[in-house]
Protein backbone atom coordinates (compact mmCIF):
# COMPACT_ATOMS: atom_id res chain seq x y z
CA UNK A 1 0.00 0.00 0.00
CA UNK A 2 3.14 2.06 0.57
CA UNK A 3 4.84 2.54 -2.70
CA UNK A 4 5.25 4.49 -5.76
CA UNK A 5 5.18 7.99 -6.09
CA UNK A 6 3.93 10.07 -2.73
CA UNK A 7 3.04 13.60 -4.01
CA UNK A 8 3.48 16.36 -1.07
CA UNK A 9 1.46 19.29 -1.25
CA UNK A 10 3.37 22.80 -1.71
CA UNK A 11 2.67 25.62 0.16
CA UNK A 12 -0.71 27.24 -1.25
CA UNK A 13 -3.30 29.69 0.53
CA UNK A 14 -5.59 29.02 -2.93
CA UNK A 15 -7.45 26.01 -1.91
CA UNK A 16 -9.41 25.29 -5.21
CA UNK A 17 -6.03 25.78 -6.45
CA UNK A 18 -4.09 23.36 -4.53
CA UNK A 19 -6.63 20.74 -5.25
CA UNK A 20 -6.48 20.93 -8.71
CA UNK A 21 -2.78 20.50 -8.36
CA UNK A 22 -3.13 17.46 -6.35
CA UNK A 23 -5.78 15.92 -8.91
CA UNK A 24 -3.16 16.14 -11.87
CA UNK A 25 -0.78 14.74 -9.45
CA UNK A 26 -3.05 11.64 -8.58
CA UNK A 27 -4.27 11.36 -12.01
CA UNK A 28 -0.92 10.61 -13.13
CA UNK A 29 -0.09 8.13 -10.48
CA UNK A 30 0.53 9.18 -7.25
CA UNK A 31 0.01 6.13 -4.65
CA UNK A 32 0.08 8.44 -1.49
CA UNK A 33 -0.55 11.86 -0.56
CA UNK A 34 1.00 14.44 2.50
CA UNK A 35 -0.53 17.62 3.08
CA UNK A 36 2.19 19.87 4.41
CA UNK A 37 1.33 23.39 5.16
CA UNK A 38 3.78 24.77 7.54
CA UNK A 39 2.22 28.77 7.35
CA UNK A 40 -1.56 28.75 7.04
CA UNK A 41 -3.62 29.41 10.02
CA UNK A 42 -5.99 26.46 11.81
CA UNK A 43 -9.24 27.41 9.70
CA UNK A 44 -7.31 27.43 6.11
CA UNK A 45 -5.05 24.17 7.17
CA UNK A 46 -8.54 22.16 8.15
CA UNK A 47 -10.06 23.65 5.34
CA UNK A 48 -7.59 22.18 2.98
CA UNK A 49 -7.01 19.31 4.62
CA UNK A 50 -10.64 18.27 4.81
CA UNK A 51 -11.29 19.06 0.41
CA UNK A 52 -8.22 16.91 0.09
CA UNK A 53 -9.08 14.05 1.93
CA UNK A 54 -12.16 14.05 -0.04
CA UNK A 55 -10.26 14.26 -3.44
CA UNK A 56 -8.18 11.38 -2.43
CA UNK A 57 -11.21 9.08 -1.42
CA UNK A 58 -11.94 9.65 -4.99
CA UNK A 59 -8.33 7.86 -6.28
CA UNK A 60 -8.97 5.57 -3.18
CA UNK A 61 -5.20 7.13 -1.98
CA UNK A 62 -4.49 7.50 1.22
CA UNK A 63 -4.22 11.47 2.69
CA UNK A 64 -1.46 12.02 5.66
CA UNK A 65 -1.17 14.81 7.11
CA UNK A 66 2.46 16.86 7.92
CA UNK A 67 3.35 17.49 11.42
CA UNK A 68 0.01 17.53 13.24
CA UNK A 69 -1.34 14.78 15.05
CA UNK A 70 -4.51 16.56 15.84
CA UNK A 71 -5.33 17.46 12.59
CA UNK A 72 -5.21 14.09 11.22
CA UNK A 73 -7.32 13.03 14.09
CA UNK A 74 -10.03 15.93 13.02
CA UNK A 75 -10.12 15.47 9.46
CA UNK A 76 -9.89 12.16 9.78
CA UNK A 77 -7.30 11.72 7.78
CA UNK A 78 -5.35 8.36 6.98
CA UNK A 79 -2.29 9.30 9.05
CA UNK A 80 0.10 11.62 10.33
CA UNK A 81 3.94 11.84 9.04
CA UNK A 82 6.47 12.83 12.05
CA UNK A 83 9.63 14.46 12.37
CA UNK A 84 11.86 15.18 15.61
CA UNK A 85 10.05 18.11 16.46
CA UNK A 86 6.45 16.46 15.65
CA UNK A 87 5.63 14.30 18.85
CA UNK A 88 5.95 10.48 19.00
CA UNK A 89 4.73 7.11 17.20
CA UNK A 90 3.71 6.08 20.88
CA UNK A 91 1.50 9.76 21.14
CA UNK A 92 0.35 9.61 17.52
CA UNK A 93 -1.07 5.56 17.87
CA UNK A 94 -2.66 6.58 21.24
CA UNK A 95 -4.32 9.34 19.65
CA UNK A 96 -5.17 7.77 15.92
CA UNK A 97 -5.50 4.29 16.78
CA UNK A 98 -4.15 1.10 15.53
CA UNK A 99 -5.43 1.40 11.80
CA UNK A 100 -3.73 5.09 10.66
CA UNK A 101 -0.41 5.10 8.91
CA UNK A 102 2.14 6.80 11.29
CA UNK A 103 5.45 7.84 9.17
CA UNK A 104 8.82 9.14 10.70
CA UNK A 105 11.56 11.13 9.09
CA UNK A 106 14.52 9.33 9.72
CA UNK A 107 17.24 12.15 7.63
CA UNK A 108 20.48 9.49 7.79
CA UNK A 109 19.54 8.00 11.35
CA UNK A 110 19.39 4.43 10.65
CA UNK A 111 19.12 3.76 14.59
CA UNK A 112 15.73 6.33 14.56
CA UNK A 113 14.39 4.40 11.70
CA UNK A 114 14.45 0.97 14.13
CA UNK A 115 13.82 2.31 17.11
CA UNK A 116 10.57 3.90 14.81
CA UNK A 117 9.78 0.41 13.48
CA UNK A 118 10.19 -1.06 17.03
CA UNK A 119 7.65 1.69 18.21
CA UNK A 120 5.11 0.70 15.58
CA UNK A 121 5.79 3.98 12.51
CA UNK A 122 4.12 2.24 9.22
CA UNK A 123 6.90 3.61 6.98
CA UNK A 124 10.29 5.71 7.46
CA UNK A 125 11.44 8.21 5.12
CA UNK A 126 15.02 8.92 4.67
CA UNK A 127 16.87 12.01 3.14
CA UNK A 128 17.72 14.60 1.84
CA UNK A 129 19.48 12.65 -1.15
CA UNK A 130 19.34 15.39 -3.48
CA UNK A 131 19.74 19.53 -3.03
CA UNK A 132 16.40 20.14 -2.62
CA UNK A 133 15.01 23.96 -3.59
CA UNK A 134 12.32 23.43 -1.26
CA UNK A 135 13.95 22.79 1.79
CA UNK A 136 17.78 23.93 2.23
CA UNK A 137 18.14 23.27 5.74
CA UNK A 138 18.52 19.57 5.42
CA UNK A 139 20.80 16.51 6.44
CA UNK A 140 22.15 14.88 3.14
CA UNK A 141 21.77 11.07 3.12
CA UNK A 142 23.88 9.06 1.15
CA UNK A 143 22.30 6.14 -1.54
CA UNK A 144 23.89 2.96 0.72
CA UNK A 145 21.80 3.98 3.78
CA UNK A 146 18.97 2.96 1.58
CA UNK A 147 21.17 -0.90 0.96
CA UNK A 148 21.67 -0.93 4.89
CA UNK A 149 18.14 0.32 5.68
CA UNK A 150 16.56 -2.37 3.17
CA UNK A 151 18.62 -4.99 5.09
CA UNK A 152 17.41 -4.24 8.38
CA UNK A 153 14.25 -3.24 8.64
CA UNK A 154 10.54 -4.73 7.58
CA UNK A 155 8.84 -1.45 6.90
CA UNK A 156 7.86 0.18 3.45
CA UNK A 157 11.45 3.18 2.76
CA UNK A 158 10.77 6.28 1.72
CA UNK A 159 13.17 8.63 0.23
CA UNK A 160 12.70 12.59 -0.15
CA UNK A 161 15.11 15.25 -1.13
CA UNK A 162 15.25 17.25 -4.18
CA UNK A 163 14.21 13.73 -6.04
CA UNK A 164 13.24 14.41 -9.91
CA UNK A 165 12.47 11.30 -12.77
CA UNK A 166 15.92 11.77 -13.71
CA UNK A 167 17.45 11.25 -10.76
CA UNK A 168 14.99 8.61 -8.67
CA UNK A 169 16.39 5.40 -10.50
CA UNK A 170 19.37 4.74 -8.08
CA UNK A 171 17.09 4.79 -5.22
CA UNK A 172 14.41 2.84 -7.20
CA UNK A 173 17.25 0.33 -7.37
CA UNK A 174 18.48 0.34 -4.12
CA UNK A 175 15.14 -0.59 -2.24
CA UNK A 176 12.90 2.52 -1.90
CA UNK A 177 9.85 1.72 -1.72
CA UNK A 178 8.38 4.91 -2.37
CA UNK A 179 9.61 8.23 -3.30
CA UNK A 180 7.99 11.41 -1.56
CA UNK A 181 8.46 14.94 -4.17
CA UNK A 182 7.65 18.25 -3.80
CA UNK A 183 9.24 20.66 -6.36
CA UNK A 184 9.43 18.41 -9.46
CA UNK A 185 5.59 17.45 -9.47
CA UNK A 186 4.02 20.88 -8.52
CA UNK A 187 6.86 23.38 -9.99
CA UNK A 188 6.17 21.29 -13.58
CA UNK A 189 4.06 22.71 -16.05
CA UNK A 190 2.67 19.70 -16.70
CA UNK A 191 1.35 18.31 -13.41
CA UNK A 192 -0.38 14.85 -14.82
CA UNK A 193 3.32 14.35 -17.28
CA UNK A 194 5.52 15.19 -14.33
CA UNK A 195 3.59 12.05 -12.17
CA UNK A 196 3.52 9.51 -14.64
CA UNK A 197 7.16 10.02 -15.06
CA UNK A 198 7.76 8.70 -12.08
CA UNK A 199 4.98 5.90 -11.58
CA UNK A 200 5.94 4.66 -15.23
CA UNK A 201 9.48 4.37 -13.68
CA UNK A 202 8.63 2.03 -10.73
CA UNK A 203 6.22 -0.16 -12.62
CA UNK A 204 9.36 -0.74 -14.68
CA UNK A 205 11.20 -1.90 -11.81
CA UNK A 206 7.99 -3.98 -10.54
CA UNK A 207 8.50 -5.60 -13.55
CA UNK A 208 11.74 -6.16 -13.31
CA UNK A 209 11.29 -7.78 -10.28
CA UNK A 210 8.51 -9.79 -10.75
CA UNK A 211 10.60 -11.00 -14.11
C1 LIG B 1 7.77 11.58 3.56
C2 LIG B 1 8.40 12.69 4.31
N1 LIG B 1 9.69 12.57 4.67
C3 LIG B 1 10.29 13.56 5.35
C4 LIG B 1 9.58 14.70 5.70
C5 LIG B 1 10.23 15.80 6.50
O1 LIG B 1 9.68 15.88 7.80
P1 LIG B 1 10.29 16.92 8.86
O2 LIG B 1 11.71 16.66 9.07
O3 LIG B 1 9.39 16.94 10.04
O4 LIG B 1 10.18 18.31 8.10
P2 LIG B 1 8.87 19.10 7.63
O5 LIG B 1 8.35 18.44 6.40
O6 LIG B 1 7.86 19.06 8.73
O7 LIG B 1 9.37 20.48 7.34
C6 LIG B 1 8.25 14.77 5.29
N2 LIG B 1 7.47 15.84 5.57
N3 LIG B 1 7.68 13.75 4.61
C1 LIG C 1 10.05 18.32 3.32
C2 LIG C 1 11.40 17.80 3.08
N1 LIG C 1 12.05 17.03 4.01
C3 LIG C 1 13.26 16.68 3.60
C4 LIG C 1 14.21 15.87 4.41
O1 LIG C 1 15.34 15.67 3.96
O2 LIG C 1 13.78 15.39 5.45
S1 LIG C 1 13.63 17.27 2.06
C5 LIG C 1 12.13 18.01 1.94
C6 LIG C 1 11.69 18.79 0.74
C7 LIG C 1 11.28 17.89 -0.40
O3 LIG C 1 10.89 18.68 -1.46
P1 LIG C 1 11.51 18.55 -2.92
O4 LIG C 1 10.96 17.32 -3.53
O5 LIG C 1 11.01 19.80 -3.62
O6 LIG C 1 13.00 18.55 -2.78
MG1 LIG D 1 7.68 17.91 10.42
Not at 35 to 61: I, M, P, T, W
Not at 83 to 88: N, P, R, V
Not at 163 to 183: C, F, K, Q, R
Amino acid sequence: MIGGLYAITPECADTESLVEQVRQALSGGAHLVQYRNKGGDVGLRHEQASELLALCKQFHVPLIINDDIRLSDLTGADGVHLGKDDGSVREARLILGPDKIIGVSCYNDLQRALDAEAHGANYVAFGSFFPSSTKSDVVTAPLTLLHEAKRVLNIPLVSIGGITADNVTPLIEAGTDAVAVISALFDSEDIVRAASRFAVLFEKSNHHTLH
